[in-house]
């Protein structure tokens, strides 16, 4: 039902002002009000009073631009500083976080753009307060738009940002491109199109902005190409943070479990798995591996179950490189392939609400299929071929496109 109230809301706050389409920018937060959530914080209505100062964007000398805007992901910077750094025309990067909000007080305008959200929203089944924190947003987004058309970009060529459907980087991409600036998104994780229970990745290809998406493999590009994405819009850049392949790890004794859980939207799967492992702590030492937006409740839950869980700071290579694992367990986590090319057998738990990406036949949903799973692996281990066969297809690895794709 997340999906239809999604849709629904977001068909209710479609509002294109100035050729920016207000709703595209604030999807992941129509998500989240459809999910429940409370995506609205108690100081939010002053926002009325305030635009982003995108004045203070470093602007460049050789025509590329890039912006940043993740703080939390530690991840995700490694990914985009890679990239950026491989880069022999480098662009000047302005890091959103830190651009400073200005007073805006345009009373005309608030009156046109409140009336018309409220009007939109008007036979929406969320509160009326809700509704209100709707109409500041869009006056605050508008209020923006008008400080970037005070801005000069006409020396401005090409445009690089880590993710086009997140927010200002949204709002950025669309704007920019209605400039002729040509754009340019990054992959931050493996893309599929979702048919079964969809989640808040799809809009990652409903909402696709950018001139070109550099996805790691050829399959985003399939999965994309499948959905009606014209293919000169997709372009297969490679996996930026790994340009090498250990060798598996022999003789492996399959004890010690690193289990990588997915992210929030997939909590229900993450609890099905650990009420498998449960009854399994006597058979392998597992040690749990949380997404960062979901760190507080698996600690918890490590805490009270007697497992140990890896620091929130560590991300998953730093975990896959220190050779304490013999295989680990994954949960629609790109992980998985990284878990690969570290040298460590990896298999996959499947809830059958949900799609898988691609990968190796090594789905299982009970304690036995996993039991199963692991005395295959033990018995008939991949090869080294087979491993870079299917990382090749599934996420570039070897390839470095990336200043190829954006520099020629």
Not at 124 to 145: C, M, N, P, S
Not at 180 to 187: A, D, H, K, M, R
Request: charged share 25%.
């Amino acid at each position: 039902m997340t999906y239809e109230k999604y849709k629904e809301l977001s068909e209710a706050l479609k509002y294109e002002y100035n050729g920016i389409e207000l709703s595209h920018v604030v999807a992941t937060r129509i998500w989240g009000m459809a999910n429940g959530e409370d995506v609205f914080g108690s100081l939010h209505f002053f926002r009325l009073f305030f635009a982003l100062d995108f004045r203070k964007l470093k602007m460049p000398h050789n025509g590329f631009l890039s912006t940043f805007m993740e703080t939390f992901r530690k991840d995700h910077c490694d990914l985009y500083t890679g990239v950026t750094n491989s880069l022999s025309l480098k662009p000047k990067i302005s890091y959103l976080y830190e651009i400073p909000k200005r007073l805006s007080i345009h009373p005309l305008l608030w009156i046109n753009v409140i009336n018309r959200v409220l009007k939109n929203l008007k036979n929406q089944r969320i509160g009326f307060v809700d509704k209100l924190h709707w109409a500041v947003e869009y006056v605050y987004l508008v209020q923006t738009i008008c400080v970037l058309d005070s801005i000069d970009f006409s020396r401005v060529n090409k445009y690089l940002c880590m993710c086009h459907i997140l927010s200002m980087e949204n709002l950025l991409t669309q704007y920019l491109r209605k400039k002729g600036v040509i754009t340019f998104s990054l992959e931050e994780g493996i893309y599929m199109v979702y048919k079964k229970n969809i989640v808040l990745g799809s809009i990652a290809y409903e909402l696709f902005e950018t001139d070109h998406l550099l996805c790691w493999g050829q399959y985003t590009k399939d999965e994309y190409i499948a959905y009606g994405i014209n293919p000169d819009r997709i372009d297969v850049a490679g996996y930026p943070k790994c340009h090498y392949l250990a060798d598996l790890k022999t003789p492996n004794a399959y004890q010690k479990c690193l289990v990588m859980l997915a992210g929030p939207i997939f909590g229900d799967v993450n609890a099905k798995l650990l009420d498998i492992l449960d009854n399994m702590s006597d058979e392998y030492d597992i040690t749990l591996k949380s997404h960062p937006a979901n760190y507080e409740i698996m600690m918890d839950y490590a805490k009270s179950h007697g497992l140990k869980i890896v620091p929130k700071t560590q991300t998953v290579n730093d975990c896959l490189n220190t050779g304490n694992y013999d295989f680990c367990i994954a949960v629609n986590t790109t992980a998985y392939y990284e878990s690969w090319m570290a040298g460590i057998p990896c298999v996959r738990y499947f809830d059958e609400r949900f799609d898988n990406f691609f990968g190796f036949e090594d789905l299982f949903s009970t304690r036995e299929e996993l039991i199963s799973m692991i005395n295959e692996y033990r018995s008939t281990p991949k090869s080294k071929d087979e491993v870079i066969k299917m990382l090749e297809y599934a996420i570039g690895f070897g390839l470095d496109n990336y200043d190829k794709l954006i520099n020629s």
